[in-house]
């Protein structure tokens, strides 16, 4: 036995000795409060998307797109030079289009779940729209009508 722990003989108890941990005991979790006392932190925000990550997954594209067009004209047998010419053309193209129309006006569940940037930027373009379509403020904040009918209410029981 090791460390006093167990029988010291398992002779006579009709057991092998073997000490095994008892996994339905539950440590006692740390005495904090149950809930956070600074409310700032359980309000919702909203993630913010990474533009450098955003930025290189659009270029790419672009360069999938370069490679298919290199790879399809160098199996037609195509001379390097015009390869370059067109693969060159094909990325300056794509890379004015990508500039031009930089919003990202996507369908929902067209991400996949590894693409977390671009869900957020998705999400915040879709949150400002109906922000814009209800009409409510940029500097809305959450449960301020609660706040204005309590000070109301307690205005009143002051008055009295």
Do not use: C
């Not at 010419?85 to 996507?106: G, P, Y």
């Not at 403020?137 to 000070?151: F, Q």
Request: glycine fraction near 6%; avoid cysteine.
């Amino acid at each position: 036995m090791s460390s006093n722990v167990g029988l010291t003989t398992p002779r006579g108890s009709g057991t092998s000795g073997y000490v095994q941990r008892n996994l339905s005991h539950l440590k006692p979790r740390d005495n904090f409060a149950p809930y956070p006392k600074d409310y700032d932190s359980l309000k919702h925000r909203q993630r913010k998307p990474d533009k450098d990550i955003l930025d290189h997954d659009r270029m790419r594209e672009i360069e999938v797109k370069v490679f298919d067009l290199r790879d399809r004209l160098e199996d037609e047998g195509v001379d390097e030079e015009e390869i370059e010419l067109q693969t060159s053309a094909l990325r300056k193209k794509l890379t004015a289009n990508n500039n031009k129309d930089n919003s990202t006006s996507v369908k929902k569940g067209q991400y996949k779940l590894h693409q977390v940037h671009e869900q957020a930027a998705a999400k915040i373009e879709e949150s400002e729209k109906l922000r814009r379509a209800l009409g409510i403020s940029k500097d809305y904040e959450e449960g301020s009508h609660w706040k204005k009918s309590e000070e109301r209410l307690r205005e009143s029981v002051g008055e009295r």
